[in-house]
């Protein structure tokens, strides 16, 4: 059951990483669609795992509280949590509405010419692409830091070491 909380991120991690790395140059819409979907999971995901490592018996919970490091530790851990939440959602909703800045294709796939470009060609897809591997490295290192306390807290519980 653990190994399964621990997953929970772990494909839509992928997911995200594999949108981010996607070329965009031209099919701006298409990228910012894909990426508000990985998002879309990433949120999902980061909801099941923060009421998963945050529950009575969830990763956290294994944590020696009695401890004033580790119980800081851990308060700083769940405060990471929602902020974690809140910047993934308002990535999501940034790439949503730079999709939307984008008009469908309506065209034949046989023309050569690009669209001309439009108020939407002032987005930074390139900033848009950085906040995205930033969540990405942040997620993961926040699932580092919540393994390496449980580790320290089980080590230090029975002594290993000694």
């Known amino acids: 059951m653990k190994r399964v909380r621990e997953e929970a991120l772990t494909r839509p991690l992928e997911r995200l990483e594999e949108a981010l790395r996607a070329e965009f140059p031209g099919r701006e819409r ?8 990985a998002l879309a999971g990433i949120t999902q995901a980061l909801g099941q795992h923060i009421a998963a490592a945050e529950a009575t018996d969830g990763l956290l919970a294994e944590v020696d509280l009695t401890r004033p490091t580790f119980a800081r530790q851990v308060g700083g851990l769940r405060q990471e949590h929602a902020e974690l ?10 790439a949503e509405q730079a999709a939307q800045a984008f008009p469908a294709r309506t065209r034949p796939a046989a023309t050569p010419l690009p669209e001309p470009p439009g108020a ?21 290192h926040h699932q580092e830091e ?5 580790v320290d807290s089980v080590t230090t519980d029975i002594g290993v070491g000694d």
């Open 120 to 140: 939407a060609s002032v987005l930074d897809f390139g900033a848009l692409r950085e906040r995205g591997e930033q969540l990405v490295a942040t997620l993961r």
């Open 85 to 94: 939440a809140e910047q993934a959602k308002l990535l999501r909703a940034e």
């Open 146 to 150: 919540e393994t390496k306390l449980v």
């Open 30 to 37: 298409d990228w910012a669609e894909s990426l508000a979907g």
